[in-house]
């Protein structure tokens, strides 16, 4: 069951080894493999986290992950902006762990296509985190990962 501290193992600064694939939803097997360093901290005492992304990756840009915890449904909904796309917050991905992993996930649109959005949060409980995006253009029924991030505390 999901509480308003599920993310407090994100807390804190953190290095990240991320890889994005360069495609999505075209079977593309290349992938860039770049760094980022991740700052969280808490928001709205406690039901809420705020984490700032940064790296040098395509130019360099800034990201910043909203996550809101409702404690009447139990689940989250994490919202993501970034300077590439500085007026357009995406849609939340809503979700809640369950046996130490969390999966969020919502309906948007790639290329003008409808499609589904899944993040899942894994190895939280050790020192060394993992999130995955992955789409799908078919419901859900299958699913490509086309983003992963493993993390490192700083310090």
Known sequence: MSDARDF???LGTWTSRQRRRRKWLAGSEEWDDFEAT???RPILD??????????DYAGGFVGVTFRF???ASGEWSIY???TRYPARLDPPVVGSFSGGVGVFE???SFEGRPIRVRYTWSNVATPAPRWEQAFSDDGGTTW????VADFTRVG
């Open 8 to 10: 407090d193992f994100l």
């Open 38 to 40: 991740i700052d969280a």
């Open 46 to 55: 406690g039901l809420g986290t705020v984490e700032e992304f940064r790296t």
């Open 69 to 71: 915890f409702d404690p």
């Open 80 to 82: 993501w902006a970034d």
């Open 106 to 108: 919502c309906d948007d």
């Open 144 to 147: 490509e990962t086309n983003w």
